[in-house]
């Protein structure tokens, strides 16, 4: 009875998790799934930001399980003060929001979707065990589906060691699949190791033949990271200007680099949460970067008496820049939460900058100089854009509506309905076209490789008769200028065939929209089309199947029926009735969504297939060529 009653407490405990999991961890699809582990291995980085652990391990189990595990103080084992009969460890895995500290200094995250705390991870979870090594003993519990305690904690053993480990087996009632995508943990785990520099993180994945090993540890910190970033472009000077400061509010620790490129790359966090949106700390690091390098520049004449000052967006070109704070309570603000709020971190970070930044560039007269050659240069060819650019203006208002000649467009005008379909070649686009359904479907057919945006300047992007089709179908302007409700489309989807060609076509319009028009991508509306890769013939009847998996199954199925199976290089093999049903009809279709969850990696990315480095192009395509799922960057 007594146990009964305590049982439905702790039920009741979890129940809005599980109820409303998006509420918690975002969505039920690939992204809360990885959240998960991410929400586990926060809580050990806890340990370690607070100098209590040096290592997380994680490893992916063959059984579907993963297994977080540190060699931090152990979740304490002794009874909780407010929860009779319970000890600090069942509180921590079975109460809401209970996985702090109990009021201790560190840095603990709030608000968002991080810091939830590890109960939500045994919310979701089929099965659940800790363990904790603490005070000479060796510590257990096992929890069932939806966080519900089998045993009470208790000491199995003798220890010599400290640390929890927590594994879990997400649920399958709850997730849409609960299959782990090594490359996205490890990208993630990457970057928690460059924001905490000196820690070591291993990464194992049990699953393949043979097994994947991965170990981070990065004792240059932020510097390493900005050095890995840059490792892909070609950087303006060997040097990384880096420094960190603390005050009462929090730390900064901030690393730049400029390169020979015409991005600008900053990336922020808060306590290692990437702040995509940007907030307080990026806009006092952006303010205090355009004051120290002209106050600099007046000082040593390099700005003459009456020159105008050098603009921030001048300075930042080609900037690789982290800005990392760590503070006691975040805001985090903004459409998906990833705004930082607190205006302490504006003066913090720009204090912090004006003062470092400064004696940087006075200890260092060569590098500063060629921060000022490049800015310069960048002021002289924004002028020049801005002349090619009212000029395009200029020229699509005197044509009209200003769409393209080539495009064929849908005839609804409810735009929450319409697709833009972007195909490579007029033979593929002409199918298209007869395949389409003209109400919401609009055809856009490119010609051959389309301009690299990754080495062209704004002036010569203009120019291009590709990149013209491109901005004016979608009709909502570039860079700066874009403004994502103009957009004609709800779906943007590039069709492009399954071979080499078709993948460096895909990937230079992914660039294109990642650096032109980032808020389409970042709002969901690039997708990727795919065509079937196989055909099979049984007696008469084709059929299309999209990769290997439904090869095989399909082959299981139909054992010794099947002469012929054909791999499918180009659209062109299909006929436009084919084309229509496995790869443009929206009730049978699958398309992928483009993310850019982590704009790191997607920058990095983008500078690896599209820049001047070959041979980590090379090797990025060997690493990544049989996973379709890369294009998800
Ligand atoms: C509460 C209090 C203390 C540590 C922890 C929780 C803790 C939680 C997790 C989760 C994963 N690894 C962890 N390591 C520690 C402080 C305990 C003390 O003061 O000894």
């Known amino acids: 009875m007594a146990y009964d009653a305590k049982a439905i407490t702790v039920l009741k405990g979890l129940d809005p998790v599980r109820k409303r999991p998006g509420m918690y961890i975002g969505s039920t699809?690939?992204?809360g799934l990885h959240h998960l582990v991410y929400e586990v291995v926060d809580n050990s980085v806890d340990e370690a930001m607070a100098g209590e652990a040096t290592r997380i391990d994680i490893t992916l189990l063959t059984d579907g399980g993963c297994r977080v595990s540190d060699n931090g103080r152990g979740i304490p084992v002794d009874d909780h003060p407010d929860y009779k009969g319970k000890s600090a460890a069942e509180v921590v895995l079975t109460v809401l929001h209970a996985g702090g500290k109990f009021g201790g200094e560190g840095y603990k995250v709030s608000g968002g979707l991080h810091g939830v705390g590890v109960s939500v991870v045994?919310?979701?979870?089929?099965?659940?065990?800790?363990e904790v090594h603490r005070d000479g003993g060796k510590w257990v519990q096992h929890y069932a589906k939806g966080g519900k305690p089998q045993d009470k904690i208790s000491q199995v053993g003798p220890s010599k060691k400290r640390g929890t480990t927590i594994t879990f087996w997400p649920d399958a009632t709850i997730f849409e699949e609960t299959e782990f995508r090594a490359?996205?943990?490890?990208?993630?785990?990457?970057?928690?190791?460059?924001?905490?520099?000196?820690?070591e993180i291993c990464f194992r994945d049990d699953r393949p033949e043979p097994v994947l090993e991965q170990t981070f540890r990065f004792a240059g910190g932020l510097t390493d990271f900005v050095k890995h970033l840059n490792a892909t472009k070609e950087p303006l000077f060997k040097r990384v200007a880096a420094f960190e400061e603390t005050s009462e509010t929090g730390e900064v620790d901030i690393a730049m680099q400029w390169n020979t490129g015409y991005y600008e790359g900053i990336h922020s966090f808060a306590n290692n949460i990437a702040t995509t949106e940007g907030g307080?700390?990026?806009e006092g690091f952006k303010k205090a970067l355009t004051n120290a390098v002209n106050k600099y520049g007046r000082a040593k004449g390099l700005i003459k008496e009456k020159d105008d000052n050098l603009l921030g967006e001048d300075i930042r070109e080609g900037l690789t820049a982290i800005v990392s704070v760590k503070l006691r309570n975040p805001q985090f603000e903004g459409q998906t939460k990833t705004k930082l709020g607190n205006t302490e971190m504006r003066s913090l970070v720009e204090k912090a900058t004006n003062e470092k930044l400064g004696d940087w560039l006075e200890e260092h007269p060569p590098e500063a100089k060629q921060i000022f050659s490049k800015a310069t240069t960048a002021a002289r060819a924004r002028l020049a854009a801005r002349q090619a650019r009212d000029l395009t203006r200029r020229k699509s208002a005197l044509e009209g509506a200003g769409l393209p000649g080539k495009l064929a467009d849908c005839s609804s005008?409810?735009?929450?309905?319409?697709?833009?379909?972007?195909?490579?070649?007029?033979?593929?686009?002409?199918?298209?076209?007869?395949?389409?359904?003209?109400?919401i479907q609009a055809i856009l057919p490119i010609r051959g490789k389309?301009?690299?945006?990754?080495?062209?300047?704004?002036?010569k992007m203009l120019k291009n008769a590709e990149i013209q089709a491109l901005i004016q179908a979608i009709g909502a302007g570039l860079a700066e200028d874009f403004a994502v409700d103009k957009v004609r489309y709800d779906k943007i989807i590039v069709l492009a065939d399954a071979d080499v060609d078709g993948s460096h076509i895909r990937t230079l319009l992914l660039t294109f929209f990642f650096r032109q028009m980032s808020d389409l991508v970042e709002q969901g509306h690039v997708y990727v089309a795919q065509p079937p890769l196989f055909s099979a013939l049984v007696g008469k009847t084709k059929t299309y199947l999209k990769d290997e998996a439904a090869l095989d199954v399909f082959l299981a199925g139909n054992e010794g029926r099947t002469p012929v199976i054909q791999r499918l290089k180009g659209l062109g093999e299909m006929d436009f009735q084919e084309l229509w049903e496995t790869t443009?009809?929206?009730?049978?279709r699958t398309l992928l969504q483009v993310s850019v969850e982590q704009a790191a990696i997607a920058d990095e990315v983008c500078s690896v297939l599209m820049g001047e480095n070959v041979e980590a192009r090379r090797g990025f395509i060997q690493q990544n060529a049989k996973d379709v799922r890369f294009l998800d960057i």
Not at 122 to 130: E, I, K, V, Y
Not at 183 to 188: F, M, N, S
Not at 414 to 434: M, P, T, Y
Not at 584 to 588: E, I, R
Request: net charge negative; hydrophobic share 35%.
């Open 122 to 130: 045994n919310a979701l979870s089929s099965r659940l065990d800790l």
């Open 584 to 588: 443009m009809d929206p009730g049978s």
């Open 450 to 459: 389309i301009l690299n945006v990754e080495r062209a300047r704004m002036d």
């Open 29 to 31: 699809g690939p992204s």
């Open 280 to 282: 307080m700390h990026e």
């Open 413 to 439: 005008r409810d735009r929450s309905e319409c697709e833009l379909f972007i195909v490579e070649g007029n033979s593929a686009g002409s199918s298209a076209k007869d395949a389409r359904d003209p109400r």
């Open 183 to 199: 490359q996205t943990l490890l990208e993630r785990l990457r970057e928690m190791a460059f924001l905490n520099k000196g820690l």
